[in-house]
């Protein structure tokens, strides 16, 4: 598990002598913001998914941010932020828009019939904010959290095949019948 995401990861010390990162070099210098384990991957995992709903800009910066923070994987938070990229991001919000109208019971505006001129918007920019900044703070807390529960869930299964695949070679090997074999 830890080789996969190993391949992914930016190079610490490069980043690290990068001479636009100097000011904060002393906080990439953690190690703690680097480990790959079952909390600090599924932490970063939910803090980059939680970023990466919201319609705002600097969403890596923020998850990088809080994961620095909270000492979890600071490049696997950043890298989960592409839950919206170019070419979900339509879908995404719009989504999070007509789900925020929903919980808050407010009318929709039909985006796809609407003209999006600028007046047209700054008369409906309430209108559609709220609900797409509340639909998509939900939608992040409940991605984040099925996120980090899916990731230690998995993990934990990862583990546990792997114990039981050590221990049924070694049985082989010593010529024991497994466990729980009569």
Not at 95 to 105: E, R
Not at 114 to 135: A, C, T
Not at 166 to 180: A, C, Q, V
Request: positive net charge; hydrophobic residues 55%; proline residues 5%.
């Amino acid at each position: 598990m830890k080789k996969r995401f190993a391949k992914i990861m930016p190079d610490r010390q490069k980043l690290e002598q990068n001479s636009a990162l100097r000011p904060i070099a002393h906080l990439l210098a953690n190690p703690r913001i680097w480990y790959f384990n079952r909390r600090s991957i599924a932490a970063g995992i939910a803090i980059g998914f939680f970023f990466g709903s919201l319609p705002i800009i600097g969403q890596m910066l923020l998850s990088a941010i809080v994961a620095i923070a909270m000492r979890v994987n600071m490049p696997i938070a950043v890298v989960s932020t592409f839950i919206s990229n170019p070419f979900t991001m339509p879908f995404f919000y719009t989504a999070n828009y007509y789900f925020g109208a929903w919980l808050l019971n407010m009318d929709t505006v039909h985006l796809e019939d609407m003209d999006f001129s600028w007046e047209v918007l700054q008369n409906l920019g309430g209108n559609i904010l709220v609900p797409l900044f509340f639909g998509s703070i939900v939608v992040g807390v409940i991605l984040a959290a099925a996120a980090f529960g899916v990731i230690r869930l998995w993990w934990r299964l990862h583990v546990v095949g792997i114990h039981r695949a050590r221990i049924k070679l070694r049985d082989r090997l010593t010529h024991r019948k497994p466990k729980g074999d009569a």
